[in-house]
């Protein structure tokens, strides 16, 4: 953790404000903070700035709280995401939002087995702790937007189509295809990767067909939670 990420109920006044339990362990325990130590904070979807640490008989919080500088940037990308194994989740979520993603689009396809649905990691709570995660290690505020799409065709034939109009459109996906391409730095883009074992090819026809163009990231076969932060770092 590089920054405590407030939500806004933490505040009490502009300039104070609570702890969560997990942010008060990782003071304890990790920073090893005193009363009186000057930390890093940041709003969610906000500024940065700093904070000095204090502690009551209710416990830890924040005073002198001063919110001054811009966050980084995030990038101008979203990510068509056919949804990964529940143990997979949370390590892709975080990396998404540490990078910058700027929205998410989690996607059933042929290969998503329909019951990780149902996994205590794909609730709105869960998605939005590891997103969170992910910005307090980047220093980071801006928390991206995630949507649901448990259906592959109503999303091809419906979502899609507004989703990526007007973007830079590119699909990952193994095969004779040109190599990952480097993007202009404000450059907006829909990117695709799919699950384990990859899309099928009437799910990749979909997207070659509203004008996505197919790349390939070299010989080896990546896990999904490697071929995010291979694929990001590649494009931008």
Request: charge should be neutral; aromatic fraction near 6%.
């Amino acid at each position: 953790m590089n920054l405590l990420l407030l939500e806004a109920h933490q505040f009490q006044s502009a300039t104070e404000a609570t702890l969560s339990e997990r942010q008060t362990r990782h003071i304890q325990q990790v920073l090893k903070a005193r009363t009186g130590s000057l930390l890093k904070v940041g709003v969610i979807d906000g500024k940065l700035g700093y904070g000095c640490l204090h502690q009551t008989d209710g416990g830890w919080g924040l005073t002198d709280i001063q919110l001054e500088t811009a966050p980084p940037a995030p990038l101008p990308l979203s990510l068509v995401l056919a949804l990964p194994r529940p143990q997979m989740i949370k390590r892709i979520l975080q990396t998404a939002a540490c990078m910058g993603v700027a929205r998410i689009h989690l996607l059933q396809t042929a290969k998503v087995e329909k019951s990780f649905w149902q996994s205590p990691a794909v609730t709105e709570s869960a998605i939005r702790e590891q997103l969170i995660l992910g910005l307090e290690q980047a220093g980071a505020t801006q928390l991206p937007q995630v949507e649901k799409h448990c259906r592959f065709r109503p999303f091809a034939e419906d979502a899609l189509p507004g989703i990526a109009d007007g973007h830079t459109k590119l699909i990952a996906h193994p095969g004779d295809y040109p190599a990952c391409p480097r993007l202009a730095k404000n450059e907006t883009a829909v990117l695709a990767i799919g699950p384990e074992g990859g899309f099928t090819e009437g799910e990749v026809s979909y997207f070659l067909n509203e004008g996505f163009a197919a790349f390939q990231l070299g010989a080896r076969i990546l896990k999904v939670e490697t071929a995010v932060p291979v694929t990001l770092a590649k494009l931008y």
